[in-house]
């Protein structure tokens, strides 16, 4: 947060590279864990289902930056992988009658095998043949979800779940629901941490920069292409589990290609290679349709008839949306992340810049 | 027993559809051509002029030639607009950039089309006759024998203007290398803008042909994802693989909606492209007639 960086000296590369930059950190984290703590003791049912909905985009949204961000392939397939992270827990969870702490790792590695078989044209392309790749991955899987009626249950193709049980009690309430989201998107977060800085998440960054320098620096590209797809992936089928466990069902059209772009969207304004961003990118995305909602329902009647409003918040949605991607990329092509950053160093040194 | 008649009766429909693909491709391959840059709102183009025809003729009500010259030039502003304002900030930045800013203008296009235009489908009327054109077991729709001319009229007009016009030539040369066009005088970011505003007279006529087919809504913007199909096995940078690759699609999504179709349960037309789409990127990346890049550190 804003505290002074002077006296601190780094003198190995352990100290530089470790997962606190500085003491205060801490305490900033400790922080933000009370507040995470204390929040939904205080907050409305609503406003918690929204922090909800954020925590589980979250998830998906750093899943996506270790691809895009990280490792420089591009993937507009990321919510397939999410359904089918979402089918497979829910025919697990209906048909054998599994607890989430299986069907949860089932839907992300389910995700993770999908994922590294979409990423295997990432060996031979890149770049656009790579985002169309895996454009046509979204669009067959979407279909083979779609036209399979023993994976997505026939009726609608969606499956109905039942709410996760813990400790024999069964999470009903978004106060509940709460302390099982946030605990996977500390975890997502954590583990995203320690990943990029850790050998796989250099070799990773190192491919993004330049592949063919890094192949000839020892890496393997194969491997490391192949395992960032996976990963990626598995952090979108987990969050396909736990939106479908959020909901109580699973349906394919929440996972379209529409929910691709979003979570692009989520990583370009919050900031591609960034973990603040990704969480950044999460919440604003989130929020952003229900802003609209909110501004139209209270100011729009000043513009418009009141019957149009519920036709016009969709299309409202989209022009915002759209454009806000535009802004970001041409204006400020790092993200909420840069001017968080900007706003960090003005108060670093104020009073007495320079 | 093989049914003859039926297999030619696929084969004719999708050559017809295949051209009109080719029509929307056109765009696509000649702005990567010129300028590198991927448009993934080609569709959204398309819907956009479909919406300025529709609602030149039915809002209007002004006569045909009025309504697609307005498009025509519509589009040309358009697609000038957009080079200045979107896409010449993001010129040698990373190629998720143009793609995620091509994403974000269809999704801006996709909202803000209905709250001009209305959001019910309208329909444009060709002023040729409805009456399908019937030789012995076929017969073609006159729409879409318009629209595959209208294709082939481009494939021809685009091949010698690249071929024997000055500014062809000069845009061929963009292509090939920007910093070298530039050293030889060329205006490299006129051309630029100038693919775009190519682009957006194709767009505009597909937008016409397309919308007479299917009538004009939200929905139309739908077959741009049939591009990408059509200009992956043609080769991106390639007029006539542009033509080549609409036939193919259309040809093979018409035999698996009639061979496919009913062995599964019907929607394979939508799915069939993009199989053989895959196969062709693990195979040949670049396409039948795309130019293979070499890479250099």
Redesign the interface.
């Known amino acids: 947060m804003f505290h002074r960086e002077s006296g601190y000296y780094k003198t190995t590369y352990a100290a530089d590279m470790a997962l606190y930059p500085l003491p205060i950190a801490r305490w900033t984290v400790a922080v933000i864990a009370l507040l995470m703590c204390l929040a939904p003791f205080f907050l409305h049912e609503y406003y918690i289902s929204v922090i909800n909905l954020v925590l589980v985009a979250t998830v998906g949204a750093l899943g996506l930056n270790i691809l895009?961000g990280y490792t420089?392939q591009?993937s507009?397939g990321h919510a397939a992988f999410m359904s089918v992270g979402a089918y497979t827990a829910a025919n697990l969870a209906v048909r054998m009658d599994l607890p989430f702490w299986v069907t949860l790792p089932a839907g992300g590695l389910m995700a993770a095998a999908v994922g590294a078989v979409v990423g295997i044209?990432s060996l031979?392309?890149r770049?656009?043949?790579l985002?169309?790749?895996t454009?046509?991955?979204q669009?067959?899987i979407e279909?083979t979800i779609?036209?399979v009626p023993w994976i997505s249950g026939g009726v609608q193709a969606s499956i109905e779940v039942a709410r996760p049980t813990l400790f024999g009690a069964q999470l009903k309430t978004q106060f509940q629901l709460y302390w099982f989201l946030l605990f996977f998107a500390v975890l997502a977060i954590v583990g995203t941490l320690n990943l990029v800085r850790s050998r796989v998440g250099r070799a990773f960054i190192a491919i993004r920069d330049?592949d063919?320098?890094a192949e000839i620096i020892g890496i393997n590209i194969f491997r490391y292409k192949l395992f960032a797809f996976a990963i990626s992936s598995f952090y979108a089928g987990v969050t396909g589990v736990l939106y479908t466990y959020y909901l109580g069902i699973a349906n394919y059209e929440q996972f379209t290609l529409i929910t691709s772009?979003d979570y692009?969207?989520m990583i370009?304004i919050g900031g591609?290679g960034s973990i603040l961003g990704s969480i950044f990118g999460a919440i604003f995305v989130t929020l952003l349709p229900i802003v609209i909602r909110l501004g139209m329902e209270n100011w729009g009647s000043f513009l418009f008839g009141n019957a149009d409003i519920n036709?016009?918040i969709?299309?409202?949605?989209?022009?915002c949306?759209?454009?806000?991607?535009?802004l970001f990329?041409?204006l400020e092509?790092e993200g909420l992340n840069r001017l968080w950053r900007n706003i960090r160093s003005y108060f670093r040194v104020w009073p007495f810049s320079y | 027993m093989f049914d003859w008649e039926f297999t030619l009766v696929l084969l004719t429909n999708g050559v017809l559809i295949g051209l009109m693909y080719s029509l929307i491709a056109l765009g696509f391959v000649l702005v990567y051509k010129a300028t590198d840059a991927?448009n993934f709102a080609q569709g959204e183009f398309v819907m956009l002029a479909g919406f300025i025809v529709a609602g030149m003729l039915v809002l209007a009500g002004a006569p045909f030639w009025l309504g697609v010259a307005v498009a025509v030039l519509g589009m040309v502003a358009f697609g000038f607009g957009l080079e200045r304002v979107?896409l010449r900030?993001?010129i040698g930045?990373?190629?998720?950039?143009v793609?995620?800013?091509t994403?974000?203008?269809?999704?801006?296009?996709?909202?803000?089309a209905?709250?001009f235009f209305g959001?019910e489908t309208r329909s444009i009327t060709l002023p040729i006759s409805d009456e399908p054109f019937a030789f012995g077991p076929f017969t073609l729709p006159p729409v879409q024998v318009a629209g595959a001319l209208l294709s082939l009229a481009f494939l021809a007009a685009f091949t010698w203007f690249f071929l024997k016009s000055r500014m062809g030539v000069a845009m061929r040369a963009v292509a090939d290398n920007q910093q070298v066009a530039m050293a030889m005088g060329i205006n490299v970011e006129r051309y630029f803008a100038i693919a775009w505003g190519m682009a957006g007279i194709v767009s505009a006529l597909g937008g016409l042909a397309w919308g007479a087919l299917l009538g004009v809504d939200v929905h139309l913007a739908l077959i741009g994802?049939k591009v990408?199909?059509v200009v992956?096995l043609g080769g991106?940078d390639s007029i006539v693989g542009a033509i080549v690759g609409g036939l193919i699609v259309g040809v093979v999504e018409n035999l698996a909606a009639g061979y496919l179709d009913p062995l599964?349960?019907g929607?394979t037309k939508?799915?069939a492209p993009?199989?053989l789409?895959?196969l062709m990127?693990?195979i040949r990346?670049y396409g039948i007639f795309g130019k293979r890049r070499i890479?250099r550190?």
């Open positions: 895009v420089g591009i507009i044209p031979r392309i770049g656009l043949y985002a169309i790749a454009l046509a991955g669009l067959i279909w779609n036209h330049h063919i320098a772009v692009l969207a370009i591609l036709n016009l969709p299309n409202l949605r989209l022009i949306f759209g454009g806000l991607i535009i990329l041409v092509p | 991927i979107v900030p993001l930045r990373p190629i998720i950039a793609i995620m800013a994403i974000g203008l269809a999704t801006v296009l996709r909202g803000a209905p709250l959001a994802l990408f199909p992956i991106l599964v349960g929607g939508d799915f993009y199989v789409m895959i990127l693990m990346p890479e550190i």
